[in-house]
């Protein structure tokens, strides 16, 4: 069965650093698109970033560009998000989501995004 793990969530004080693991087991990342969404108390979910199936084409949100990065290791099968220069703003549960067939994503419509995992709680706080 496909399953999608996200992990490295944590306390950082602001203006620090986080990396975010998306780990995939029963489905290989060449044939998916890999989105990062995130989640505040009351708000709606939003999505931050993702990678295409193909040609590592990526996205970002305007929030988080120039501060994100995002990438792949087809050896592990993982998706890493790497997040600099945290705020507080950026508190919220990261998850990470799969998308067949997609070569260009960006269009964050999370009912398009086949499988999730269940989040992993970044918090930014002095």
């Known amino acids: 069965q496909v399953q999608l793990v996200e992990s490295g969530g944590g306390l950082v004080q602001p203006g620090g650093s986080l990396r975010l693991s998306c780990a995939a087991s029963?489905?290989?990342?060449?044939?998916?698109?890999i989105g990062w969404f995130r989640q505040a108390p009351g708000k709606e979910r939003e999505g931050v970033s993702c990678?295409?199936?193909?040609?590592?084409?990526?996205h970002f949100a305007d929030s988080v560009k120039g501060r994100f990065s995002i990438s792949r290791d087809a050896s592990e099968n993982t998706v890493y998000l790497q997040m600099n220069s945290l705020k507080p703003e950026d508190t919220a549960v990261y998850y990470c989501a799969a998308e067949r067939g997609s070569y260009y994503c960006s269009d964050y419509v999370p009912s398009e995004y086949d499988y999730w995992g269940q989040g992993t709680q970044v918090t930014v706080s002095s």
């Open positions: 990678i295409s199936s193909s040609r590592g084409y990526t």
């Open positions: 029963g489905l290989t990342l060449d044939y998916y698109a």
